[in-house]
C-alpha cells in the first residue's frame, strides 16, 4: 500500500493470491475505467485461470474488471479485453506476447506488474519472454514478485528489475506447508499402479492428486485406474483447455476421484479439503516436491501426501528429506503382496511407441494411447490448444506464428 516494490517467498497454499489483488484493487477502485492498470503474468493456464477467479470473488460488489488471457482458447474475448480496457489482465507471458504482435494490444497505463510463481516461470524457460514482456510496458510502476522458493535466480533477477523492495520471508526455508502427513511407501515400479489402486478400493486415499513423471505415465495410470473401476481424469501439457479445464473442474466436484497430473498441475490447482496428494514418480527436484504436496494442506487445513519410492529413485528421496530437513517415515500396506509380478508395465518405452505408431499408420489404425476419457475428443498429433505448438509443455499456452523463433527449453528432467 506504501508503493514499494514487493519480493514475497511464501510457502504454496499460504494466500499470495489475496495478498497481491487485495490491495491493487484497493488502489484501483477510486481510479477511471477503461484503462489496464494492473498485469499479473503467470506460468500456467491453470494458475492464470485460478486467480482470475480470484479475482472475481474479490471484486464482485465492486466496479473493477478483470480477464485472463492464456493460450489454447480463442483470442476474439482476449481481444475484447484489450480493446475495452479491463482493470487487470492475468496472462500467461507467450499468450500475451501473441497479443502485443497487434494494434490493439497496448498497456501503455501499468501501474502494478505482479510476477507470480517467478520460480517456475523461470524454471519453464520463460525469462526471454518476460524480458519481452517489460519492453511493452512502462518502466515507471510498482512491482510485486511472489514466489514459493528462492533460488539463486530468482534473487538474481528480483535485483534487476525491483527497486528497493521490501522483503518477505525471504530466508525461510522451503518446506511442505505445516499440517500435512508425509509417508514413504516403498515399492517395486511396475507394482506402482496396484498398490494405488489397493490404497484407492481400500478407503486410505480419497480426493487424490496423483502426480507422474510423464506425460505418458499419466495417460497409462488414468487408464490403469478407469480399467479397475476408478473414476480418473488426467491432465497435461498435451491435453487441449478445453480437456484440461473439464478434468480439474469434475475433480473438484467430485465427479473423478483421481486427478492424475504432471508437475504443470504443481501450481494453479486450488482444491478445498484435497485430502490427498501421491506421488507416484519422485520429483528428481526438491522444490517440485514442495509445490505437489503443497496442493494439500492448504491455508492451515489438514493433508496427507504418500510418495511411492523405487528402488532406482533412492537418490532423488534423500535429496528430498536434505531440503526439507526431515527424514520422512517409510510406511507399508497390510497384506499387500510386494512380492507379485505385475501384469505388464506401465511406461512402455518411446521406441516401442514410435514403431507401433508408425505402424498404426501404415494399417490406418488408431495409434496405442488414442483412447480419451470423459467425452473428450482424441488429439490427431496437436497439442493442448489443437496447434501443435511446442509452448504448451511448459504450460504457457503461445500460439504459434510465422516467423517466431521457437524458444529453447530448460529441462530438468521429463515433465
Do not use: W
Amino acid at each position: 500500500m506504501a508503493g514499494r516494490d514487493i519480493l514475497a517467498c511464501a510457502q504454496t497454499g499460504s494466500g499470495k493470491t489475496a495478498a497481491f489483488l487485495l490491495p491493487i484493487l484497493h488502489r484501483l477502485i477510486e481510479k477511471p475505467r477503461r484503462t489496464t492498470r494492473a498485469l499479473v503474468l503467470t506460468p500456467t493456464r491453470e494458475l492464470a485461470a485460478q486467480i482470475h477467479e480470484d479475482f472475481n470473488t474479490f471484486a464482485v460488489h465492486t466496479p473493477l474488471s478483470g480477464a485472463a488471457v492464456y493460450g489454447g482458447v480463442g483470442m476474439g474475448p482476449q481481444e475484447h479485453a484489450f480493446r475495452s480496457g479491463v482493470d487487470v489482465i492475468i496472462a500467461t507471458p507467450g499468450r500475451l506476447l501473441d497479443h502485443f504482435r497487434q494494434p490493439y494490444a497496448k498497456l501503455a497505463g501499468i501501474e502494478y506488474l505482479v510476477l507470480d510463481e517467478a520460480d517456475r516461470m523461470l524454471d519453464m524457460g520463460f525469462l526471454p519472454d518476460i524480458r519481452r514482456v517489460l519492453r511493452h510496458i512502462p518502466t515507471k510502476r510498482q512491482t510485486l514478485f511472489f514466489s514459493a522458493t528462492m533460488p539463486g535466480p530468482i534473487a538474481a533477477l528480483a535485483s534487476e528489475m525491483l527497486k528497493n523492495p521490501a522483503t518477505i520471508n525471504m530466508q525461510r526455508q522451503a518446506a511442505p506447508a505445516v499440517g500435512i502427513t508425509q509417508a514413504v511407501y516403498p515399492v517395486a515400479q511396475d507394482l506402482k499402479p496396484s498398490l494405488l489402486v489397493a490404497l484407492l478400493e481400500r478407503g486410505l486415499v480419497h480426493d487424490t492428486l496423483v502426480f507422474t513423471r510423464t506425460k505418458h505415465r499419466a495417460n497409462r495410470l488414468a487408464e490403469h485406474l478407469l480399467k479397475h473401476g476408478v473414476n480418473a481424469a488426467r491432465i497435461h501439457g498435451n491435453r487441449s483447455q478445453a480437456q484440461r479445464t473439464e478434468a480439474l473442474a469434475g475433480f473438484k466436484s467430485g465427479k473423478y476421484k483421481v486427478l492424475v497430473a504432471t508437475d504443470i498441475a504443481a501450481r494453479g490447482i486450488d482444491v478445498e479439503e484435497l485430502g490427498h496428494v501421491v506421488n507416484f514418480d519422485v520429483p528428481a527436484v526438491p522444490e517440485d516436491y514442495i509445490h505437489r504436496v503443497g496442493r494439500t494442506g492448504r491455508a492451515e487445513a489438514t493433508g496427507d501426501a504418500y510418495t511411492f519410492v523405487a528402488p532406482d529413485e533412492e537418490g532423488d528421496l534423500r535429496a528430498i528429506e536434505r531440503a526439507v530437513k526431515a527424514s520422512l517415515p517409510r510406511v507399508t500396506l497390510p497384506d499387500f503382496d510386494y512380492q507379485s509380478r505385475a501384469a505388464g508395465k506401465l511406461e512402455i518405452p518411446l521406441a516401442q511407441r514410435l514403431a507401433q505408431h508408425r505402424a498404426n499408420r501404415r494399417g490406418g489404425a488408431k495409434p496405442h494411447g488414442a483412447s480419451h476419457h470423459g467425452g473428450s475428443k482424441p488429439q490427431s498429433g496437436k497439442s493442448a490448444g489443437g496447434h501443435g505448438q511446442q509452448r504448451n509443455s511448459s504450460g504457457g499456452g503461445a500460439r504459434p506464428f510465422a516467423g517466431r523463433p521457437s524458444r529453447p527449453k530448460r529441462s530438468r528432467g521429463p515433465v
